[in-house]
């Protein structure tokens, strides 16, 4: 019993694919079978059609030239009176069409050569515009001078008072320091007897060391 189609499992069976690649190509191969097919009808249309080429020019030295209206009212007024047909030969023909161009040539109107254009006026210089010159600096107000002495004061005090600061410091731990050898001394002379050599030396490296800070 074959396996049944799964949808969610389709993207990984190797047929899935390869159906897939056979519906593309049956789509694209119907597409170009249309596009043929239409191509071919438009073709067979076009041939069908009549060809349109310039209307033909009627020749003047015919023997039968077609009917026309009569150019005088002389002539229309006269029945009797025949139109005559001039005939020549072909080279005939060539010749007298060559010296009718030569004499329209001649009696055209020659065309008047255009004027020649105005010289162009130069353009005005203009004239230079003047730059505006920087405004002067405001001068010092008398408060705004007083009011910076001022501030440099206060900060010359405030520097001092870190100054002093810092001195006390420095004192109150070298006072600290003095009362601490003191105490410590006057404990090493009570208990002298009680301490032995080894005692005395490492309580007096350790009062060295506290005084070289």
């Known amino acids: 019993m074959p396996a049944r189609f799964n949808l969610y499992s389709a993207w990984i069976d190797p047929k899935f694919y ?3 690649a056979v519906f593309a190509a049956a789509l694209l191969l119907l597409i170009y079978a249309v596009r043929r097919y239409r191509g071919l009808g438009r073709a067979a249309c076009s041939c069908d059609e009549p060809a349109h080429g310039p209307e033909t020019e009627p020749n003047p030295f015919l023997e039968e030239p077609p009917a026309r209206p009569a150019p005088d009212a ?3 007024s006269d029945p ?10 072909p080279g005939e023909q060539l010749a007298f069409l060559a010296a009718a161009d ?3 040539s001649e009696f055209a109107p020659q065309q008047e050569e255009p004027a020649a254009a105005p010289a162009a006026e130069p353009a005005p210089a203009e004239a230079p515009v003047p730059e505006p010159e920087p405004a002067p600096a405001p001068a010092a107000a008398p408060g705004h001078a007083a009011e910076t002495f001022v501030r440099g004061i206060y900060a010359g005090i405030n520097d ?3 100054r ?3 001195i006390e410091a420095a004192l109150s731990k070298g006072h600290v320091n003095a009362d601490f050898t003191v105490k410590f001394l006057e404990d090493m002379v009570q208990d002298m007897d009680n301490l032995d050599k080894s005692k005395i030396k490492a309580r007096l490296e350790y009062l060295l060391s506290d005084l070289k800070k």
Do not use: I, S
């Open 74 to 76: 002389a002539v229309a």
């Open 160 to 162: 001092l008072d870190e």
């Open 164 to 166: 002093m600061k810092t």
């Open 80 to 89: 009797g009176q025949e139109e005559k047909t001039l005939v020549l030969a």
């Open 102 to 104: 030569a004499a329209g």
């Open 18 to 20: 390869g159906w897939a």
